[in-house]
Protein backbone atom coordinates (compact mmCIF):
# COMPACT_ATOMS: atom_id res chain seq x y z
CA UNK A 1 0.00 0.00 0.00
CA UNK A 2 1.33 3.75 -1.16
CA UNK A 3 2.64 5.62 1.56
CA UNK A 4 3.63 9.30 2.00
CA UNK A 5 6.89 10.14 3.49
CA UNK A 6 7.30 13.91 4.59
CA UNK A 7 10.22 15.78 6.25
CA UNK A 8 8.63 18.21 8.24
CA UNK A 9 9.53 21.77 10.17
CA UNK A 10 10.47 23.33 6.58
CA UNK A 11 7.97 27.03 6.13
CA UNK A 12 5.96 26.91 2.87
CA UNK A 13 6.82 29.82 0.08
CA UNK A 14 5.06 29.49 -3.26
CA UNK A 15 2.36 29.75 -5.58
CA UNK A 16 0.27 26.87 -7.04
CA UNK A 17 -3.22 26.53 -8.89
CA UNK A 18 -6.30 25.08 -7.81
CA UNK A 19 -8.46 22.14 -9.54
CA UNK A 20 -12.16 21.82 -9.95
CA UNK A 21 -14.04 20.96 -7.22
CA UNK A 22 -14.77 17.22 -6.50
CA UNK A 23 -18.14 17.28 -4.97
CA UNK A 24 -19.62 19.68 -8.29
CA UNK A 25 -17.94 17.12 -10.42
CA UNK A 26 -19.25 13.71 -9.53
CA UNK A 27 -22.92 15.47 -9.50
CA UNK A 28 -22.27 17.14 -12.36
CA UNK A 29 -21.23 14.00 -14.08
CA UNK A 30 -24.50 12.49 -13.26
CA UNK A 31 -26.02 14.74 -14.90
CA UNK A 32 -25.41 13.48 -18.39
CA UNK A 33 -27.55 10.81 -17.16
CA UNK A 34 -30.20 13.64 -17.97
CA UNK A 35 -29.96 13.97 -22.04
CA UNK A 36 -29.34 11.82 -24.91
CA UNK A 37 -26.79 14.10 -26.14
CA UNK A 38 -22.80 15.17 -24.80
CA UNK A 39 -22.49 17.08 -21.86
CA UNK A 40 -18.69 18.86 -22.11
CA UNK A 41 -17.25 19.24 -18.53
CA UNK A 42 -13.92 21.30 -18.28
CA UNK A 43 -11.72 21.56 -15.21
CA UNK A 44 -12.43 18.35 -14.11
CA UNK A 45 -10.29 17.07 -11.21
CA UNK A 46 -7.53 13.73 -11.99
CA UNK A 47 -9.38 12.24 -8.81
CA UNK A 48 -9.44 8.57 -8.03
CA UNK A 49 -13.35 10.12 -6.85
CA UNK A 50 -13.57 10.58 -10.45
CA UNK A 51 -12.41 7.50 -12.14
CA UNK A 52 -14.49 5.81 -10.44
CA UNK A 53 -18.04 7.83 -11.18
CA UNK A 54 -17.00 7.68 -14.76
CA UNK A 55 -16.46 3.57 -14.58
CA UNK A 56 -19.99 3.58 -13.04
CA UNK A 57 -21.25 5.62 -16.09
CA UNK A 58 -19.73 3.76 -18.59
CA UNK A 59 -21.00 0.51 -17.46
CA UNK A 60 -24.70 1.90 -17.18
CA UNK A 61 -23.79 2.53 -21.04
CA UNK A 62 -22.66 6.14 -20.74
CA UNK A 63 -19.67 6.85 -23.46
CA UNK A 64 -16.48 8.91 -22.02
CA UNK A 65 -14.23 10.68 -23.77
CA UNK A 66 -11.17 13.06 -21.89
CA UNK A 67 -9.99 14.90 -25.23
CA UNK A 68 -7.18 16.73 -23.00
CA UNK A 69 -6.33 16.43 -19.39
CA UNK A 70 -8.68 17.79 -17.24
CA UNK A 71 -12.13 17.69 -19.88
CA UNK A 72 -14.54 14.83 -19.93
CA UNK A 73 -16.86 14.55 -22.65
CA UNK A 74 -19.94 12.18 -21.70
CA UNK A 75 -22.77 10.80 -23.89
CA UNK A 76 -25.69 8.71 -22.33
CA UNK A 77 -27.11 8.36 -25.87
CA UNK A 78 -29.01 5.17 -24.49
CA UNK A 79 -29.00 3.67 -20.95
CA UNK A 80 -28.62 0.02 -21.00
CA UNK A 81 -28.68 -0.98 -17.48
CA UNK A 82 -29.96 1.71 -14.89
CA UNK A 83 -28.13 0.28 -11.74
CA UNK A 84 -25.20 1.31 -9.24
CA UNK A 85 -23.84 -1.97 -7.64
CA UNK A 86 -22.33 -2.21 -3.97
CA UNK A 87 -18.88 -2.91 -4.90
CA UNK A 88 -19.17 0.79 -6.00
CA UNK A 89 -21.27 2.66 -3.55
CA UNK A 90 -19.74 1.10 -1.00
CA UNK A 91 -16.37 2.71 -2.29
CA UNK A 92 -17.77 5.58 -3.50
CA UNK A 93 -21.25 7.17 -1.61
CA UNK A 94 -21.71 10.05 -4.26
CA UNK A 95 -22.67 6.86 -6.55
CA UNK A 96 -25.99 7.46 -4.83
CA UNK A 97 -26.50 11.13 -7.12
CA UNK A 98 -27.25 8.56 -10.01
CA UNK A 99 -30.47 7.62 -8.52
CA UNK A 100 -32.15 10.80 -9.38
CA UNK A 101 -31.42 11.21 -12.94
CA UNK A 102 -31.74 7.85 -13.85
CA UNK A 103 -35.63 7.95 -12.53
CA UNK A 104 -36.05 10.91 -14.26
CA UNK A 105 -34.96 9.74 -17.50
CA UNK A 106 -35.76 5.93 -17.56
CA UNK A 107 -37.99 5.57 -14.89
CA UNK A 108 -36.14 3.06 -13.56
CA UNK A 109 -33.12 2.57 -11.00
CA UNK A 110 -31.33 0.14 -8.90
CA UNK A 111 -29.10 1.52 -6.61
CA UNK A 112 -27.45 -0.29 -3.44
CA UNK A 113 -27.93 1.16 0.21
CA UNK A 114 -24.78 3.28 0.75
CA UNK A 115 -24.56 1.60 4.08
CA UNK A 116 -22.07 3.27 7.30
CA UNK A 117 -18.84 4.47 6.02
CA UNK A 118 -15.49 6.29 7.92
CA UNK A 119 -17.32 9.38 9.25
CA UNK A 120 -20.69 8.35 10.50
CA UNK A 121 -23.45 6.70 9.12
CA UNK A 122 -24.88 8.92 6.41
CA UNK A 123 -28.25 7.45 5.55
CA UNK A 124 -30.23 8.14 2.29
CA UNK A 125 -33.45 8.43 3.83
CA UNK A 126 -33.85 12.53 2.81
CA UNK A 127 -33.38 11.17 -0.93
CA UNK A 128 -35.81 8.53 -0.63
CA UNK A 129 -38.66 10.49 0.96
CA UNK A 130 -38.17 13.71 -2.13
CA UNK A 131 -38.25 10.83 -4.74
CA UNK A 132 -41.46 9.31 -3.12
CA UNK A 133 -42.97 12.62 -2.87
CA UNK A 134 -42.44 13.26 -6.56
CA UNK A 135 -44.42 9.84 -6.66
CA UNK A 136 -41.79 7.54 -7.29
CA UNK A 137 -42.10 3.91 -5.68
CA UNK A 138 -38.86 2.54 -3.63
CA UNK A 139 -38.37 -0.57 -2.18
CA UNK A 140 -35.02 -2.35 -0.96
CA UNK A 141 -34.24 -5.51 -1.88
CA UNK A 142 -31.11 -7.75 -1.26
CA UNK A 143 -29.78 -4.20 0.17
CA UNK A 144 -30.43 -2.17 -3.12
CA UNK A 145 -32.99 0.15 -3.30
CA UNK A 146 -35.48 -0.38 -6.84
CA UNK A 147 -36.86 2.43 -7.72
CA UNK A 148 -39.72 3.15 -10.37
CA UNK A 149 -41.53 5.68 -11.98
CA UNK A 150 -43.74 6.10 -14.89
CA UNK A 151 -43.31 9.71 -14.80
CA UNK A 152 -41.81 11.98 -11.70
CA UNK A 153 -44.28 14.91 -11.06
CA UNK A 154 -43.42 17.93 -9.20
CA UNK A 155 -44.02 18.42 -5.75
CA UNK A 156 -42.86 20.70 -2.64
CA UNK A 157 -40.56 18.58 -0.42
CA UNK A 158 -39.16 19.90 3.00
CA UNK A 159 -36.07 18.59 3.71
CA UNK A 160 -36.15 17.10 7.44
CA UNK A 161 -32.45 18.17 7.60
CA UNK A 162 -30.13 20.03 5.12
CA UNK A 163 -28.19 17.39 2.96
CA UNK A 164 -26.30 18.39 0.47
CA UNK A 165 -26.26 15.57 -2.19
CA UNK A 166 -29.83 14.59 -1.28
CA UNK A 167 -30.55 18.39 -2.22
CA UNK A 168 -28.68 17.29 -5.73
CA UNK A 169 -30.50 14.26 -6.82
CA UNK A 170 -33.58 15.74 -6.11
CA UNK A 171 -33.11 18.68 -8.12
CA UNK A 172 -31.63 16.63 -11.01
CA UNK A 173 -34.69 14.19 -10.75
CA UNK A 174 -36.88 17.60 -10.83
CA UNK A 175 -35.48 18.76 -13.90
CA UNK A 176 -37.52 16.06 -16.19
CA UNK A 177 -40.44 15.66 -14.07
CA UNK A 178 -44.06 17.07 -15.09
CA UNK A 179 -44.88 19.97 -13.14
CA UNK A 180 -42.90 22.33 -10.98
CA UNK A 181 -41.23 21.27 -7.60
CA UNK A 182 -40.25 23.05 -4.36
CA UNK A 183 -37.42 22.23 -2.55
CA UNK A 184 -37.45 23.58 1.10
CA UNK A 185 -34.61 23.47 3.94
CA UNK A 186 -32.75 22.78 0.26
CA UNK A 187 -28.72 22.68 1.23
CA UNK A 188 -27.06 25.66 0.07
CA UNK A 189 -23.54 25.07 -1.01
CA UNK A 190 -21.55 26.58 -3.76
CA UNK A 191 -21.68 22.94 -5.35
CA UNK A 192 -25.48 23.09 -5.60
CA UNK A 193 -25.28 26.31 -7.71
CA UNK A 194 -22.62 24.98 -9.57
CA UNK A 195 -24.97 22.20 -10.42
CA UNK A 196 -27.59 24.32 -11.26
CA UNK A 197 -25.74 26.07 -13.39
CA UNK A 198 -24.55 23.28 -15.43
CA UNK A 199 -27.91 21.92 -15.27
CA UNK A 200 -29.45 25.13 -16.62
CA UNK A 201 -27.06 25.39 -19.72
CA UNK A 202 -28.89 21.91 -20.71
CA UNK A 203 -32.49 23.33 -20.97
CA UNK A 204 -33.64 22.98 -17.21
CA UNK A 205 -35.64 25.67 -15.38
CA UNK A 206 -34.21 26.46 -11.79
CA UNK A 207 -34.41 29.17 -9.31
CA UNK A 208 -32.83 29.61 -5.99
CA UNK A 209 -29.90 27.47 -6.38
CA UNK A 210 -28.00 28.73 -3.04
CA UNK A 211 -31.24 29.77 -1.31
CA UNK A 212 -32.26 27.29 1.17
CA UNK A 213 -35.74 26.99 -1.37
CA UNK A 214 -35.26 25.52 -4.93
CA UNK A 215 -37.72 26.02 -7.68
CA UNK A 216 -37.44 23.62 -10.44
CA UNK A 217 -40.08 23.95 -13.32
CA UNK A 218 -40.16 20.29 -15.28
CA UNK A 219 -38.72 20.30 -19.21
CA UNK A 220 -39.71 17.29 -21.03
CA UNK A 221 -35.97 17.06 -22.49
CA UNK A 222 -32.93 18.35 -21.51
CA UNK A 223 -30.04 18.96 -24.04
CA UNK A 224 -26.12 18.95 -24.23
CA UNK A 225 -23.97 21.95 -22.85
CA UNK A 226 -20.33 22.90 -22.13
CA UNK A 227 -19.47 23.57 -18.47
CA UNK A 228 -16.51 24.49 -16.42
CA UNK A 229 -15.93 22.88 -13.07
CA UNK A 230 -15.95 25.27 -10.04
CA UNK A 231 -12.79 25.54 -8.22
CA UNK A 232 -12.64 23.51 -5.14
CA UNK A 233 -12.81 25.24 -1.75
CA UNK A 234 -12.13 22.64 0.27
CA UNK A 235 -8.71 21.82 -1.39
CA UNK A 236 -8.01 25.82 -1.38
CA UNK A 237 -8.70 25.83 2.49
CA UNK A 238 -6.72 22.47 3.22
CA UNK A 239 -3.12 24.56 1.38
CA UNK A 240 -4.15 27.71 3.12
CA UNK A 241 -4.16 25.81 6.96
CA UNK A 242 -0.99 24.10 6.00
CA UNK A 243 0.56 27.08 5.58
CA UNK A 244 -1.21 28.84 8.29
CA UNK A 245 0.10 26.07 10.05
CA UNK A 246 3.71 25.50 9.01
CA UNK A 247 3.94 28.97 8.38
CA UNK A 248 5.27 31.05 5.15
CA UNK A 249 3.72 32.56 2.05
CA UNK A 250 1.51 30.90 -0.92
CA UNK A 251 -0.84 32.23 -3.21
CA UNK A 252 -3.47 30.23 -4.29
CA UNK A 253 -4.77 30.75 -7.85
CA UNK A 254 -7.71 29.98 -9.91
CA UNK A 255 -9.34 29.90 -6.74
CA UNK A 256 -13.20 30.80 -5.51
CA UNK A 257 -12.54 33.42 -2.68
CA UNK A 258 -15.73 34.29 -2.04
CA UNK A 259 -16.76 30.44 -1.27
CA UNK A 260 -14.39 30.45 1.23
CA UNK A 261 -16.12 33.26 3.62
CA UNK A 262 -16.12 31.25 7.17
CA UNK A 263 -12.51 29.78 6.61
CA UNK A 264 -10.83 32.44 6.18
CA UNK A 265 -12.07 34.14 9.01
CA UNK A 266 -11.09 31.26 11.29
CA UNK A 267 -7.34 31.86 9.65
CA UNK A 268 -7.48 35.32 10.24
CA UNK A 269 -8.41 34.66 13.77
CA UNK A 270 -5.63 32.38 14.06
CA UNK A 271 -2.96 35.06 12.63
CA UNK A 272 -2.84 34.76 9.62
CA UNK A 273 -2.40 37.84 7.43
CA UNK A 274 -4.76 37.04 3.99
CA UNK A 275 -6.00 39.43 1.01
CA UNK A 276 -7.96 38.11 -1.03
CA UNK A 277 -8.35 38.62 -5.54
CA UNK A 278 -10.95 38.02 -7.94
CA UNK A 279 -9.79 34.24 -8.37
CA UNK A 280 -6.72 34.56 -6.41
CA UNK A 281 -5.74 34.40 -2.23
CA UNK A 282 -2.46 35.01 -0.85
CA UNK A 283 -1.78 33.76 3.18
CA UNK A 284 1.07 34.94 5.35
CA UNK A 285 1.85 33.76 8.61
CA UNK A 286 4.53 33.87 10.74
CA UNK A 287 5.17 32.78 13.88
CA UNK A 288 2.74 30.03 16.38
CA UNK A 289 -1.06 30.35 15.10
CA UNK A 290 -3.29 31.74 17.88
CA UNK A 291 -6.31 28.42 19.10
CA UNK A 292 -9.34 28.91 17.25
CA UNK A 293 -12.61 27.58 18.19
CA UNK A 294 -15.43 25.94 15.88
CA UNK A 295 -18.49 24.32 15.07
CA UNK A 296 -19.20 22.72 11.86
CA UNK A 297 -22.32 23.54 10.28
CA UNK A 298 -23.96 23.69 6.68
CA UNK A 299 -22.73 26.36 4.16
CA UNK A 300 -22.21 29.41 4.82
CA UNK A 301 -21.39 28.07 8.50
CA UNK A 302 -18.00 26.50 8.96
CA UNK A 303 -17.53 23.17 6.80
CA UNK A 304 -17.11 20.09 8.33
CA UNK A 305 -14.58 19.19 4.99
CA UNK A 306 -12.40 21.42 7.07
CA UNK A 307 -13.07 20.36 10.51
CA UNK A 308 -9.87 18.13 10.73
CA UNK A 309 -7.51 20.12 8.81
CA UNK A 310 -8.17 23.26 11.17
CA UNK A 311 -8.07 21.13 13.94
CA UNK A 312 -4.54 20.33 13.13
CA UNK A 313 -3.28 23.66 12.66
CA UNK A 314 -4.95 23.87 16.80
CA UNK A 315 -2.68 21.09 17.93
CA UNK A 316 0.47 23.59 17.51
CA UNK A 317 -1.95 26.66 18.48
CA UNK A 318 -1.00 28.76 21.41
CA UNK A 319 -4.34 28.23 23.92
CA UNK A 320 -6.90 25.91 23.77
CA UNK A 321 -9.36 25.17 20.91
CA UNK A 322 -13.10 23.58 21.07
CA UNK A 323 -13.53 21.68 17.85
CA UNK A 324 -17.51 21.13 17.74
CA UNK A 325 -18.42 18.44 14.95
CA UNK A 326 -22.40 18.87 14.58
CA UNK A 327 -22.73 17.00 10.76
CA UNK A 328 -21.40 13.48 11.31
CA UNK A 329 -21.39 11.40 14.48
CA UNK A 330 -17.70 9.77 14.08
CA UNK A 331 -15.68 12.55 12.23
CA UNK A 332 -12.91 12.80 14.87
CA UNK A 333 -11.17 9.86 13.82
CA UNK A 334 -8.10 11.98 12.78
CA UNK A 335 -7.79 13.01 16.50
CA UNK A 336 -6.13 9.92 17.56
CA UNK A 337 -3.02 9.64 14.92
CA UNK A 338 -2.54 13.37 15.92
CA UNK A 339 -2.03 12.33 19.71
CA UNK A 340 0.95 10.09 17.84
CA UNK A 341 2.53 13.10 17.18
CA UNK A 342 2.41 14.42 20.08
CA UNK A 343 -0.92 16.54 19.87
CA UNK A 344 -2.80 17.05 23.11
CA UNK A 345 -6.62 16.27 22.38
CA UNK A 346 -9.52 14.99 24.32
CA UNK A 347 -13.02 14.16 22.95
CA UNK A 348 -16.32 14.74 24.80
CA UNK A 349 -19.43 14.00 23.04
CA UNK A 350 -18.86 15.67 19.76
CA UNK A 351 -16.24 18.33 20.80
CA UNK A 352 -12.43 17.77 20.33
CA UNK A 353 -10.53 19.81 23.14
CA UNK A 354 -7.28 20.62 21.82
CA UNK A 355 -4.48 22.26 23.71
CA UNK A 356 -2.13 23.27 21.63
CA UNK A 357 1.92 22.09 21.95
CA UNK A 358 4.69 24.18 21.40
CA UNK A 359 5.99 21.60 18.69
CA UNK A 360 4.87 18.27 16.88
CA UNK A 361 7.17 15.02 16.31
CA UNK A 362 7.34 12.82 13.14
CA UNK A 363 5.60 9.47 13.86
CA UNK A 364 3.40 6.29 11.53
CA UNK A 365 0.27 7.12 11.25
CA UNK A 366 -3.02 6.13 9.17
CA UNK A 367 -5.01 7.83 6.66
CA UNK A 368 -8.89 6.67 7.74
CA UNK A 369 -10.96 9.09 5.12
CA UNK A 370 -9.95 11.93 2.72
CA UNK A 371 -9.98 14.96 5.17
CA UNK A 372 -8.48 13.10 7.80
CA UNK A 373 -5.91 12.35 5.42
CA UNK A 374 -5.22 15.88 5.11
CA UNK A 375 -5.22 16.94 8.34
CA UNK A 376 -2.10 14.52 8.98
CA UNK A 377 -0.50 15.87 5.96
CA UNK A 378 -0.61 19.37 7.04
CA UNK A 379 0.74 17.74 10.69
CA UNK A 380 2.96 15.95 8.81
CA UNK A 381 4.37 19.62 7.21
CA UNK A 382 4.53 20.58 10.78
CA UNK A 383 6.49 17.99 12.70
CA UNK A 384 9.78 17.77 13.50
CA UNK A 385 11.50 14.74 11.42
CA UNK A 386 9.92 12.03 9.41
CA UNK A 387 5.96 11.68 9.38
CA UNK A 388 4.98 8.53 7.66
CA UNK A 389 1.38 8.28 6.28
CA UNK A 390 -0.42 4.77 5.77
CA UNK A 391 -3.56 4.11 3.37
CA UNK A 392 -3.03 7.26 1.16
CA UNK A 393 -5.77 5.81 -1.30
CA UNK A 394 -7.69 8.52 0.94
CA UNK A 395 -5.63 11.31 -0.54
CA UNK A 396 -6.17 10.12 -3.84
CA UNK A 397 -9.54 10.44 -3.73
CA UNK A 398 -9.58 14.23 -3.20
CA UNK A 399 -6.65 15.92 -3.75
CA UNK A 400 -5.52 16.17 -7.31
CA UNK A 401 -1.15 16.42 -7.36
CA UNK A 402 -1.09 16.45 -3.67
CA UNK A 403 2.98 15.97 -3.56
CA UNK A 404 3.85 18.15 -6.84
CA UNK A 405 1.55 21.07 -5.21
CA UNK A 406 3.06 20.75 -2.16
CA UNK A 407 6.81 20.48 -3.58
CA UNK A 408 5.63 23.83 -5.86
CA UNK A 409 5.78 25.05 -1.78
CA UNK A 410 9.02 23.88 -0.96
CA UNK A 411 8.14 20.52 1.28
CA UNK A 412 9.87 18.06 1.80
CA UNK A 413 7.09 14.86 0.47
CA UNK A 414 7.36 11.96 -1.25
CA UNK A 415 5.27 8.65 -2.10
CA UNK A 416 6.57 5.51 -0.99
CA UNK A 417 5.35 2.08 -2.58
N1 LIG B 1 -28.39 12.69 6.25
C1 LIG B 1 -29.51 12.00 6.65
N2 LIG B 1 -30.37 11.54 5.68
C2 LIG B 1 -30.15 11.72 4.37
C3 LIG B 1 -29.00 12.43 3.96
C4 LIG B 1 -28.15 12.91 4.93
O1 LIG B 1 -29.75 11.79 7.85
O2 LIG B 1 -30.96 11.26 3.55
C5 LIG B 1 -27.47 13.23 7.28
C6 LIG B 1 -26.07 12.64 7.20
O3 LIG B 1 -25.99 11.44 7.92
C7 LIG B 1 -25.24 13.74 7.81
C8 LIG B 1 -25.96 15.01 7.37
O4 LIG B 1 -27.27 14.59 7.00
O5 LIG B 1 -25.27 13.65 9.20
C9 LIG B 1 -25.35 15.76 6.21
O6 LIG B 1 -25.03 14.86 5.16
P1 LIG B 1 -25.07 15.25 3.62
O7 LIG B 1 -26.14 14.45 2.98
O8 LIG B 1 -25.12 16.72 3.46
O9 LIG B 1 -23.67 14.72 3.14
P2 LIG B 1 -23.37 14.13 1.70
O10 LIG B 1 -24.24 14.83 0.73
O11 LIG B 1 -23.38 12.65 1.76
C10 LIG B 1 -21.57 15.88 0.97
C11 LIG B 1 -20.13 15.82 0.56
C12 LIG B 1 -19.27 15.48 1.77
C13 LIG B 1 -19.49 16.55 2.83
C14 LIG B 1 -20.99 16.65 3.18
C15 LIG B 1 -21.33 17.76 4.15
C16 LIG B 1 -20.28 15.17 -1.76
C17 LIG B 1 -20.05 14.14 -2.79
N3 LIG B 1 -19.97 14.84 -0.50
O12 LIG B 1 -21.88 14.57 1.47
O13 LIG B 1 -17.91 15.51 1.34
O14 LIG B 1 -18.78 16.24 4.01
O15 LIG B 1 -21.76 16.87 1.97
O16 LIG B 1 -20.92 19.00 3.65
O17 LIG B 1 -20.70 16.26 -2.06
C18 LIG B 1 -15.61 14.92 1.37
O18 LIG B 1 -15.48 15.53 0.30
O19 LIG B 1 -14.63 14.52 2.05
C19 LIG B 1 -16.96 14.67 1.89
C20 LIG B 1 -17.20 13.72 2.82
Known amino acids: MEKL ?6 PLEGEIGISGAKNAA ?8 LTPETLRLAKVPRLMD ?54 ARCGEARVALPGGCAIGLRPVDQHVKGLEAMGAEIRVEHGDMIARAER ?34 AAREPE ?91 LEMNGRPHAVDLRTAPYPGFATDMQAQLLALDTIAQGTAMVTETIFENRFMHALELQ ?35 SLVIAGLVAQGETLIDRIYHLDRGYEALEAKLGALGARVERRR
Open 340 to 374: RLGADIAIEGNTAVVRGVERLQGAAVMATDLRASA
Open 50 to 103: VRTMTGLLERMGVAAHAPEPGALELTAARIADPRAPYELVRTMRASVLVLGPLL
Open 192 to 282: IVDLAACLSAMGARIRGAGTDVIRVEGVAALGGAAHRVMPDRIETGTYLAAVAAAGGRVRLTEAAPDTLDATLDKLREAGARISVQQDSIE
Open 152 to 185: LRGARIVMDLVTVTGTENLMMAATLADGTTVIEN
Open 26 to 33: LPIMCAAL
Open 5 to 10: LIRGGV
